[in-house]
């Protein structure tokens, strides 16, 4: 029941999705592109793009069969970051539908479009893959000057054994001994 589309794809549904991050702006100027690039639907959002739950795209991707394509007029407007982005497009993918941004030309109901998406999901995972590595060098230096990495203690060493003392001479509650030494019963516990 689909459509050929100018790259020689059958395509079952367009599904386009538009977003705003706030009531002042409007919605027009995207749902009309989107129309006009043939999105049969149109899903959209108001809300920022780092807000993780935004019910018309989870609407949108739950409506999503096999051979759609879903369409947006920037890829900003589906995911404020290269990972989400990556992350909303395998979903997408999963469900058999295609992704197409206008304004960056990218699309991966061809191949051309495919090895540009894999180019940014590669640099994607370079950069995440260099932030642990960072991160991990950055401890052992400091390992080697003698700093440990992490928050420091919630009790000193004198504390700790106040209170054991405590728990263990005096038998008083968990919930007391915390709120004498204003940290919780779970490092209490730990204590």
Same mark, same amino acid.
């Given at each position: 029941?689909?459509?050929?589309?100018?790259? #020689?794809?059958?395509? @079952?549904?367009?599904?386009?999705?538009?977003?705003?991050? *706030?009531?002042?702006?409007?919605?027009?100027?995207?749902? $009309?592109?989107?129309?006009?690039?043939?999105?049969?639907?149109?899903?959209?959002?108001?809300? *920022? #793009?780092?807000?993780?739950?935004?019910?018309?795209?989870?609407?949108?991707?739950?409506?999503?069969?096999?051979? $759609?394509? /879903? /369409? /947006?007029?920037?890829?900003?407007?589906?995911?404020?970051?290269?990972? @989400?982005?990556?992350?909303?497009?395998?979903?997408?993918?999963?469900?058999?539908?295609?992704?197409?941004?206008?304004?960056?030309?990218? @699309?991966?109901?061809?191949?051309?479009?495919?090895?540009?998406?894999?180019?940014?999901?590669?640099?994607?995972?370079?950069?995440?893959?260099?932030?642990?590595?960072?991160?991990?060098?950055?401890?052992?230096?400091?390992?080697?000057? #003698?700093?440990?990495? #992490?928050?420091?203690?919630?009790?000193?060493?004198?504390?700790? $054994?106040?209170?054991?003392?405590?728990? @263990?001479?005096?038998?008083?509650?968990?919930?007391?001994?915390?709120?004498?030494?204003?940290?919780?019963?779970?490092?209490?516990?730990?204590?």
């Amino acid at each position: 029941m689909g459509f050929w589309d100018v790259y #020689g794809t059958i395509i @079952d549904m367009i599904i386009g999705y538009a977003r705003v991050s *706030t009531d002042d702006q409007k919605l027009e100027a995207q749902t $009309d592109a989107l129309t006009e690039a043939g999105a049969e639907r149109v899903f959209a959002d108001k809300s *920022t #793009g780092s807000a993780r739950s935004r019910p018309q795209l989870d609407q949108m991707l739950d409506h999503l069969r096999e051979g $759609d394509v /879903v /369409v /947006v007029t920037k890829y900003d407007r589906l995911a404020r970051s290269l990972r @989400d982005l990556l992350d909303i497009v395998e979903v997408i993918a999963e469900r058999g539908a295609g992704f197409r941004s206008l304004a960056e030309d990218i @699309d991966t109901t061809t191949p051309a479009g495919r090895l540009v998406f894999h180019v940014f999901a590669s640099i994607a995972q370079f950069e995440r893959e260099r932030i642990s590595e960072r991160t991990r060098e950055g401890l052992e230096a400091a390992r080697k000057r #003698g700093r440990v990495g #992490g928050r420091p203690p919630a009790l000193s060493a004198a504390q700790r $054994d106040e209170v054991r003392r405590m728990r @263990d001479v005096e038998h008083r509650p968990l919930a007391e001994i915390a709120r004498l030494f204003k940290v919780s019963t779970k490092t209490v516990r730990r204590a």
